[in-house]
């Protein structure tokens, strides 16, 4: 089994894309027990990061970190969140999709697909 991951990063002050949002994959179950990462990348201009995870997921849980602050601190707006931390599990060959919705002082984020 192996499942495939994306992410979508929205403003959602803006209503836009967030471009520029560093974001990285850890594995806490098998070898990356550790945490060790297994993907990293950078939304473009869709707030999309293609080929997050190139080898795919094995069932397990991961968490993936996007670092917000550097994202607003380059648009001169103050925010609470340095970083936004998602942990979830992958439990049947699938697409796992994450959003994040984004703004200085909340975000929301879901199961897609």
């Excluded at 959602?12 to 060790?36: K, R, W, Y």
Aim: hydrophobic share 35%; charged share 15%.
């Amino acid at each position: 089994m192996s499942s495939s991951l994306s992410t979508h990063v929205l403003d959602a002050v803006n209503g836009t894309p967030a471009t520029g949002v560093a974001v990285t994959v850890f594995s806490q179950t098998g070898a990356g027990t550790d945490g060790q990462p297994i993907g990293a990348g950078t939304t473009d201009d869709d707030g999309r990061v293609p080929g997050l995870v190139p080898d795919g997921l094995q069932p397990g849980t991961y968490r993936i970190v996007f670092a917000t602050g550097s994202f607003f601190e380059r648009a001169g707006v103050r925010a609470f969140y340095p970083e936004v931390a998602i942990t979830f599990v992958v439990d049947e060959d699938r697409h796992y999709h994450v959003p994040l919705l984004l703004s200085p002082f909340a975000f929301s984020t879901y199961r897609g697909s």
